[in-house]
Structure formats: C-alpha cells, structure tokens
C-alpha cells in the first residue's frame, strides 16, 4: 500500500516524502547548505583557535605580522602558560573556582531536589503559585541585585571570603535546577512511588529510593548546568572577592594578568585558554545532557 | 480479604517511631523540603531586591550608612549625559543583537534540521561559543579588536587590500559600540540556534507533506508551518535572550570596560562602576532600579505578545 502510494508520486524525492525540507541536492544544496553552514562554523570557532595560536606564540612572531604569517605559528613555545602556572596564582585561582562551583551545585541541587519534590509530588495549595515563584526568580538579573547583594555580604561579614560566593551562586541556581527537576519528576510515573509507599516505605524513602535513582539524567543535567553556570559567574565574584590569591579565574585573568598599559597578548590568551578547558571537557563527556537541560528549561 | 490487608498495614504503621510519622505528615514535610530553597532564595534574592530598592531612595555610600533622600538619585541621573547616554546604549546594544543573535540563530537551526552528516559532532560544536566562561571569550575577541594587532584589520588591509588603514574597532564611540554587538551575537547564536533546532524537530513532518501535497513552496512552508509551530519556543527564548541582554555586564566590562570616555556604559556596567569602585551605593542601586521597568516591559511584551498567538494556534490545531 505505501509502496504503491510513494510510486504514485514519483515527482518527490525519497526525502521529500518523508517530509524532510532537502533543497534538492548537487550544487545547489552546496550553495544554500553546506556554504553557510560551514561559515557559522569557522566564524563560531574562530575566537578559540585565535586563542590557542596565540598562546603558544613567541613575543617575536605575536607581535610582527609583516614577517610572519598570524595565521600560524613557526616555533610553538609553552613559556606563557608556564608563566602562568608557576609564576601567578593561577593554579591557586584554578582550585578556588573549582571548589566554589562544586559546593555551590552540591548545595543547589540538595535544594532543588528537595524543592521540585515537594511542589510537584507532594501537591499542597498554592504549589503551583510556589513554581511560577521559582520561575520568576529565575528572571531576576544578577546585575540589579549585586549592589544591595554587595551590602548585605558585607553586614554579614562574609566580603571576600569563598562563602559569599557559595551563597549566592544558589540565587541563579536554583530557580533553574528547580524548574529542570520539575520538568524530569513529572516524567515519571507517580505510580511507582505509590507502589513503593503501599509497601510501607515512607515518602522520603520513595524520594530517595524510587524518583532519585529515576530521575538521574536529571539530576546529571542539573548537576553539570549549575556547574559551568557557577565556573561562569563573573559579576559576584568581581564585586564581592578583593584578595588577588581568592579570585575566580574568570575575574582573575581580567584583573591580574593585565598589568598596567602593556598587555601581556600570550599569557592573557593562555589563562583565558586554560579557564575553558575545565568545562570543555566536562561538556564533552555530557553534551547530550547539556542539550537537554538548554532546550528543557526552555520548552516548560 | 481485603480488610486483613488493611489491618497488617496499619500496625506496620503503628510500629513506626514518631520521627517517622513525623517526617511522613505531609505539611511537615512540604515545610521541610521546601525550607533550604525558600531560605536560601528569600536571604539572597529576595531580600536584597528590596534593599536595592530601598538603596536607590538613599545617598548611601560604601562605610557610610545613608539617609532617605527620595527621588533625588533618579532626578540626578535624568540629568546626568553619561546615564542617559548608557540608556541609549543599552537600548541599541538590546535591539540589534536580540535581531542579529536571532535571524542568524533561526538561520542556522534550519540549517541544522537538514539530514547531515555528523549531526550531532556538529551541534556539539556550535554549543562551544555559548559554553566558555563569557569574559575568557571576551578577552580573546579584545585581542581580535586590538587597534594595532587586530586579525580582522590584518585580513582587511594586507591580504585582501579592501582597506588602507587598520580600523580602530575600540577607540572610537560608534565602531566600539558594534563591536561590542557583534561580540555579543556571536556569543547568542548557539544558544538560540540549539533552542529552535529543539523547537523545529518537535513539527511533524506530516504537516510538511500536507503543505508540499497543497503546493506550497519552500518560503511558504517556512512562514505558515514552521513559524507558527516555532512561536511558543520561540517566546521563551527571545523572552531570556532580550532579558540577559539587556543587563548584560560581562562583555562590555572584559571588552571596553565602558570606554571610550564613558561612550559604550551599559546600564549594569554604569551601575557597577558609580557603586562599587566609586562607592556611591545608593546611586549605583538607582541605576540598577531604573532597569526593572525596562525588564518587565520587554518581559511582558515578548511573553504575551507572542505566547498570545501561541495558544490562537493551538486552538485551531489540537
């Protein structure tokens, strides 16, 4: 029967009746596809590779592009990232951003667990009023609150201590974890946690004996977002950390590496360089869970 | 039979001790769950909204607590050239790089809806820009806008010739401004192009074929398939694209850090630098207050200007 319909309209490709856009192919699906397809590539990769090129440069081949061509490196040198590792606190900026992100997802995602459970399991009035609560939370800008954010870290006694950081990361995270691990909790079937609950466990051991172990894609999405989210985070970490040895590397490598008038082009690219690897590779290993938490938050 | 179950189950209930029950009575545990997220949120979201509301009303300043001065902040700034310029700024900074991060994003996510090969190598790939920490991409595209070492100026002047002179991309107000633009739409482009590629893989592919059946052509299918069935996504992604480019701090501050004299200020970055290195809190929060109006503004009007339209559609096809 399909095969006598698809032979019927012999006038549509194989992939047009599947109902695949193709823009015909040969040539012109070059032009209106490939072409530009592998423009946005080069355009989008272009800063990194700018990056790394200039990182590995000698002084001499930076910073004269009549006798050598920018484009490529003659005699590749290490020297600027070994400026950088034994010669700044870079390593030390490296460990504290690390920490703060860790134990500011950890702390988040305790919380949203805890959060998304009650208002979509445990059904109460106003939970739903509770959700968009945490979803407009989730609209309020870093930059409007840092100032107030900035005196009351202060009153707290907490100025350029790790733990203003590990505080108020929270304020971004959880809205967005929360809204997440709502979305996942729906997914899953509430009778399974009843079936658990008529064997007798109680609902904390259902949470985390049934819906945790079921929504760990999750909770991995949540984990890793809020991570990079917090490795991220600049304008906290520039307002409320003063010591140069306590910095974030993306603060750090703004503020220290640029050293009055004379801009040190190689180490500034290879501290930039060396701040993304960290979530480079994260992201490598979970960019399927990347894509879900991006396009999750965004389809609720 | 049945009422046996019940039994056994209930003294199994009664064995429980009382942390137990306690932690299975639902209000207490609603309590208790919501408690770390709810605390944390009201401490340091919510609290310090107020506050900076509250700021914006004093002449507070760092070390000094401040007094009550009404609306004298926002009358300063009204008359203030550098204020006003850094509304403008952000205004523009808004507009053109939400139109350019989303004619090229949804440009790019129909690329991507095409069979290909390595599909998902690719998007991965794309994903990159909006991964790497912010300013460590802005440092780079510093060094790309260098007036003297800029590889665009290099490719321009020396390998094409389209140009006799290098350009000086940060020293001047109107080429600083772009600039910073197109840092900026680089850097939205994956996030909108994977969110709508997400959006156009949900349409069914039977309603191309109805359209192709009825003769429509490819411009066609775009604006009456595509477009409408992308409208609800696309509501959300412009409504946080305009939201987080509006009080965008991170690129201008790596970038141009407001200069030239005070010519490429964004509301957050005018904000930052009146109220923390220059310690007038209370100004610095006004600044800052003056955005909400603005973010509610484009909020409201993005989200139901189009999430209208949304559920007109949905009538007419569920």
Known sequence: ?300 | MAVAAVETRTTYKLDQSWLVRLFDYKPFLIAICLFPAAALLLVFLSYPLGLGIWLSFTDTRIGRPGYFIGLENFESLLSDKVFITSVWNTLLYTSVATIGKFGLGLWLALLLNNNLPFKSLLRAIILIPWIVPTVLSAIAFWWIYDPQFSIISYVLVDVLGWRDTYIDFLGQPWPARFSLIAANIWRGIPFVAISLLAGLQTISPSLYEAAMLDGANAWQRFKHVTFPMLMPILAVVLTFSVLFTFTDFQLVYAITRGGPVNSTHLMATLAFQRGIPGGQLGEGAAIAVAMIPFLVMATLFSYFGLARRKWQQGEDND
């Open chain 1, 1 to 300: 029967m399909t095969d006598q319909t698809l032979s019927q309209r012999p006038h549509l490709t194989d992939k047009e009746s599947t109902g695949v856009i193709d823009w015909s192919s040969g040539p012109r699906r070059f032009i209106v596809l490939y072409l530009p397809l592998s423009l946005f590539v080069l355009v989008l990769l272009f800063p990194f590779y700018w990056m790394a090129i200039t990182a590995i440069k000698p002084n001499a081949e930076l910073l004269d592009f009549k006798n050598h061509n920018p484009f490529w490196v003659t005699s590749p040198t290490l020297d600027n990232i070994k400026k950088l590792l034994f010669q700044t606190d870079y390593p030390q900026w490296l460990w504290t951003t690390m920490m703060v992100a860790a134990v500011a997802t950890a702390l988040s995602l305790f919380a949203s667990v805890l959060a998304a459970y009650a208002i979509q399991r445990l059904k109460f009035k106003g939970s739903n009023y509770v959700g968009l609560a945490i979803y407009l939370a989730y609209l309020v800008p870093p930059s409007i609150l840092f100032i107030p954010m900035a005196t009351l870290i202060f009153q707290l006694g907490l100025f350029d201590s790790p733990m203003a950081l590990i505080l108020t990361y929270p304020t971004f995270l959880i809205p967005f974890c929360t809204w997440l691990l709502i979305g996942y909790f729906k997914s899953i079937p509430y009778e399974l946690e009843e079936c658990a609950m008529i064997d007798g466990a109680t609902r904390l051991q259902t949470l985390w004996q049934i819906t945790l172990p079921l929504a760990m894609p999750g909770l991995i999405s949540a984990g890793i977002f809020a991570f990079t989210l917090s490795w991220n985070e600049f304008i906290y970490a520039l307002a409320f950390i003063q010591s140069a040895e306590k910095k974030t590397v993306p603060v750090a490598v703004l503020t220290q590496l640029v050293e009055g008038d004379v801009y040190h082009w190689g180490s500034l690219m290879a501290g930039a360089l060396l701040g993304s690897i960290p979530v480079a590779i994260l992201y490598s290993f979970f960019v399927d869970y990347y894509v879900a938490s991006l396009t999750g938050a965004v389809k609720e």
